[in-house]
């Protein structure tokens, strides 16, 4: 079965950086457009960021653009998520999931993966 799985959350001070991955399985990989998403305590889950098949093409969300990187290893099956100058607002787990379309729209993706939780300390 189709599998994802995050890691690399973690707790980290204002203006730090973390980078996420998430390795997938079952599934023929490139394929598949990725996205991560992010809920935090009390929020519905929101797109971050999306790549394309190829790696070509990305996708972010205004709240994190110019301080995140997705990227994608068709070689290893994982996707990583580069953010920089984290803010508190980051606080929340982080999603990956994969989509056929490259969509930014939580409703188009197929499989998700269990989350890793981020957290910004001011």
């Known amino acids: 079965q189709v599998q994802l799985v995050e890691s690399g959350g973690g707790l980290v001070q204002a203006g730090g950086s973390l980078r996420l991955s998430c390795a997938a399985s079952?599934?023929?990989?490139?394929?598949?457009?990725m996205g991560w998403f992010r809920q935090a305590p009390g929020k519905e889950r929101e797109f971050v960021a999306a790549i394309g098949w190829t790696g070509s093409g990305t996708r972010y969300a205004d709240s994190v653009k110019g301080r995140s990187t997705i990227s994608r290893d068709n070689a290893k099956n994982t996707v990583y998520l580069q953010m920089n100058s984290l803010k508190p607002e980051d606080t929340a787990v982080y999603y990956c999931?994969?989509?056929?379309?490259?969509?930014?729209?939580?409703?188009?993706?197929?499989?998700w993966g269990q989350g890793t939780q981020v957290t910004v300390s001011s």
């Open positions: 999931a994969a989509d056929r379309t490259y969509s930014t729209n939580i409703k188009a993706y197929d499989y």
């Open positions: 079952g599934l023929t990989f490139s394929a598949f457009a």
